[in-house]
């Protein structure tokens, strides 16, 4: 069946660093893709999206690649800021199901 | 920006209690779903519904029960709460094919 692997958490960085959270995922087709974000408290907000192989999704100053290739969809952001500390779930979809990833944490300090 | 709600956003109740969460939608979309999110974070699908008078269950088995009566609303309830039930529930709803949009969730704790 689909599945999506994330990195285990939390990611700890300071603020202005480079994050990267790997993602990667087990589907048959060509499912869409997709980065959701919850902040504490909160329910999930949509962050970017991709719907087909090599599509760029950004939000924010966050981006990721739908890598077919290496079926990967790492999410990445140049400088990351304190109110950038939230959990993140990566997601593929089929068929109009969500197929989640455990969740990420991440935590920025000033 | 999506408009979806639920209520109530915390919930403490006694074991045995008969409870309804409440989900609503006002942007006309077909499907609808519920998902329980433990305390690890993880996300895990209870029930879902492609529209009026559709409802299916899903990944995780749930004792909880849920009615689609209108496009726009999506309770869900437990006959009777039990602590194993404690945990934060998210509703979503979805035009067929597209991305979800989540509820601001309910925290439910059952003493």
């Known amino acids: 069946g689909d599945s999506v692997t994330q990195m285990e958490g939390p990611v700890t960085l300071s603020e202005e660093a480079f994050l990267t959270i790997n993602c990667t995922y087990t589907?048959?087709?060509?499912?869409?893709l997709f980065w959701y974000v919850q902040y504490p408290g909160e329910g999930l907000q949509l962050l970017l999206k991709?719907?087909?192989?090599?599509d760029k999704g950004s939000n924010k100053g966050f981006e990721a690649t739908y890598r077919k290739e290496t079926t990967s969809f790492h999410l990445e952001k140049g400088s990351v800021q304190v109110s950038d500390s939230a959990v993140y779930f990566c997601?593929?979809?089929?068929?109009?199901?969500?197929?989640f990833g455990k969740g990420t944490m991440l935590l920025v300090s000033p | 920006e999506a408009d979806i709600y639920q209520t109530p956003r915390y919930l403490v109740i006694g074991t045995g209690k008969k409870i309804t969460l409440e989900c609503s939608q006002t942007?006309?979309?077909?499907?609808m779903y519920w998902y329980q999110q433990d305390p690890g974070m993880e996300l895990h699908l209870i029930h879902y519904?492609?529209?009026?008078?559709?409802?299916e269950k899903g990944d995780l088995s749930s004792e909880s029960t849920v009615s689609r009566i209108r496009t726009e609303h999506f309770p869900l309830t437990l006959e009777s709460a039990r602590p194993s039930h404690t945990s934060q529930y998210l509703c979503?709803?979805?035009?067929?094919?597209?991305?979800?949009?989540f509820g601001p969730g309910t925290r439910l704790t059952v003493t």
């Open positions: 979503a709803s979805s035009v067929v094919g597209d991305e979800q949009y």
């Open positions: 589907a048959t087709g060509y499912p869409s």
């Open positions: 991709a719907t087909k192989a090599d």
């Open positions: 997601a593929l979809m089929r068929y109009s199901t969500l197929t």
């Open positions: 942007m006309g979309h077909d499907k």
């Open positions: 519904s492609y529209g009026v008078n559709s409802t």
